[in-house]
């Protein structure tokens, strides 16, 4: 079967950075995303990375590693704001995208 | 910027009930897809269509089925409401040929949580 695997929830302090670890297990493979989806809000995308290496987007950062099916989202400077549930998702062509069961992060003062 | 709406936040239906969920997208896109919420489980793919009146199941159709006759426009169907249907449902939609990259990036709308008595 397919499967994405990541932590159900990390918690972290305001200001400092964190890792949210995403392996995957699909049957196709053209790329892995990271949503981010507030308590009561739609799922909103983050970044993307196709190719094998770092992302930067600002705060968050995002890594792939293809031959070890495996990604991550780090976020730096942490703010209250960034407490939500980030989804990784790998798009496996077809116009499929597979989800994650999402990380919840909780951003403590 | 892109929009997606559906056409309720919150919806209360009774076992049996017939529901609609309403879906539209202001950008053009070619697809649109429909995805359930549940706890612990992310989100699951039920259906999308890459065209106006095409369609293809995804993970979980069962139950479920959609329409869509425009291409802004798209509509998932219960066809007789069962209590295992109470959920968060998605409406997304992405520009482009399912290929791969930024094009692929999913824009969602609000939601509509369902719950079915």
């Known amino acids: 079967g397919q499967s994405l695997e990541q932590p159900s929830e990390v918690t972290a302090v305001e200001g400092a950075i964190v890792q949210i670890n995403c392996t995957y297990q699909t049957s196709g493979f053209y790329g892995l995303s990271w949503y981010q989806q507030h308590d009561g809000g739609a799922p909103t995308f983050l970044s993307y990375?196709?190719?094998?290496g770092l992302e930067e987007t600002g705060r968050f950062s995002s890594f792939l590693s293809r031959s070890d099916s495996y990604g991550y989202l780090f976020l730096q400077e942490l703010q209250m704001k960034d407490s939500a549930s980030y989804f990784c998702a790998v798009q496996t062509g077809g116009f499929k995208t597979i989800f994650g069961a999402g990380t919840r992060l909780f951003v403590k003062a | 910027d892109v929009k997606v709406t559906q056409s309720s936040r919150y919806l209360v239906k009774r076992t049996g009930e017939k529901v609609f969920l309403e879906c539209v997208q202001d950008m053009d896109h070619e697809n649109m897809f429909w995805y359930r919420q549940d706890p612990g489980l992310g989100l699951r793919l039920i259906y999308f269509s890459y065209d106006v009146k095409m369609k293809e199941k995804g993970d979980i159709p069962e139950g479920y089925s959609v329409s869509r006759e425009k291409k802004e426009r798209f509509s998932l169907i219960l066809e007789s409401a069962s209590t295992n249907q109470t959920s968060m449902y998605l409406c997304a939609s992405s520009p482009n040929a399912g290929t791969g990259g930024d094009t692929d990036t999913q824009y969602f709308g609000p939601g509509t949580r369902l719950t079915v008595l």
């Open positions: 990375n196709g190719l094998d």
